[in-house]
C-alpha cells in the first residue's frame, strides 16, 4: 500500500522564551493547525548545540493525566511524573524537543476526550484524527526551523501519546524513528475482553481494564479499526526504526 507523502507546508507560529535550562532554552508555542482549528500548543526545548549546528528533533507526546512540562522535567506535587522528564533528557543528549498538549486532562481526563470526540463525531471528524492532523502540522513546522534536521525528525510517546505515536509514524513517513510506550497492545484483548485483563491485573498488581468498560469512547473509532491489531500499524512504519 503506498503512503501518503508529505512536503514541509507554511506554517505559523508563536514562540514566546521562557528562560534557560540545564538542557537548553524553553519556548511555549502555539502552532497554527489551519482548517479553523485551534493551535496546538506545547513547549519546545532547544539545546545550545543546535545553534550552530542543526540536530534531530523529537516529537515527545505525553499521557493521562501528564502534560508538556511533565515532558521538559517539572514536576507536581504529590504525583508521580511517570514521563520521567524524557524531553529534558532528550534536550541534555543534544535533540530539540517538543512536546505538543494533547486532550488528557490531569483532573478528569477520560472525561475530556469523551465529550470531545462525540462533538467530531457529529462534525463527520474523530479527536484522534483531529489531534493527528495538528501533529503532521507540528512535523512541517519542526522541518522549517533552522536548528533542525529536516529529514531527522523521530517521535516518542508514552500511553494516550504512544497511541499518536503509532498512528502517526505509520502514515508519515517523515517520522523516521517512533517510540510507542505503553500503549502497544494485542488490541483486541484491550479492546474487549475484560476477564482476560482482570486476571493480568490480578498477577501484576495493576489497574487494567478493556476499554469496553470505561468512558474513552475515543478508543472505539471506526474509521481507524479499532479491532485491528497493532502489529498491523507496526508494519506500516517499518523498515523505519520503531520500538
Request: glycine fraction near 8%; aromatic fraction near 8%.
Amino acid at each position: 500500500m503506498a503512503l501518503p507523502t508529505f512536503d514541509p507546508q507554511p506554517v505559523t507560529a508563536r514562540q514566546e522564551f521562557l528562560g534557560q535550562t540545564e538542557s537548553g532554552s524553553l519556548y511555549r508555542v502555539q502552532i497554527d493547525t489551519g482548517d479553523n482549528s485551534p493551535a496546538l500548543p506545547g513547549l519546545m526545548l532547544v539545546p545550545e548545540v543546535a545553534r550552530d549546528h542543526p540536530r534531530p528533533a523529537v516529537i515527545c507526546v505525553h499521557g493521562y493525566g501528564a502534560s508538556p512540562e511533565w515532558i521538559m522535567g517539572f514536576e507536581t506535587p504529590g504525583q508521580l511524573n511517570y514521563t520521567r522528564a524524557s524531553g529534558a533528557r532528550l534536550a541534555a543528549a543534544g535533540y530539540v524537543v517538543l512536546a505538543p498538549q494533547i486532550v488528557c486532562g490531569p483532573e478528569t481526563p477520560a472525561k475530556d476526550r469523551l465529550r470531545l470526540d462525540r462533538l467530531a463525531i457529529l462534525q463527520d471528524r474523530s479527536l484522534l484524527g483531529l489531534e493527528l492532523a495538528g501533529l503532521k502540522r507540528a512535523v512541517d513546522w519542526l522541518q522549517t526551523l533552522p536548528e533542525v534536521m529536516p529529514d531527522g525528525v523521530g517521535m516518542y510517546g508514552i500511553s494516550q501519546g504512544g497511541r499518536c505515536t503509532l498512528y502517526l509514524a505509520a502514515v508519515d513517513e517523515r517520522i523516521k524513528v517512533a517510540v510507542c510506550s505503553g500503549y502497544f497492545t494485542r488490541r483486541w484483548n484491550k479492546m474487549l475482553e475484560d476477564e482476560y485483563l482482570a486476571a493480568a491485573s490480578s498477577a501484576e498488581a495493576l489497574p487494567y481494564r478493556a476499554y469496553i468498560e470505561t468512558n474513552e469512547d475515543d478508543k472505539f473509532n471506526p474509521r481507524a479499526a479499532p479491532l485491528w491489531d497493532d502489529s498491523l500499524l507496526g508494519a506500516l512504519i517499518c523498515p523505519r526504526a520503531f520500538l
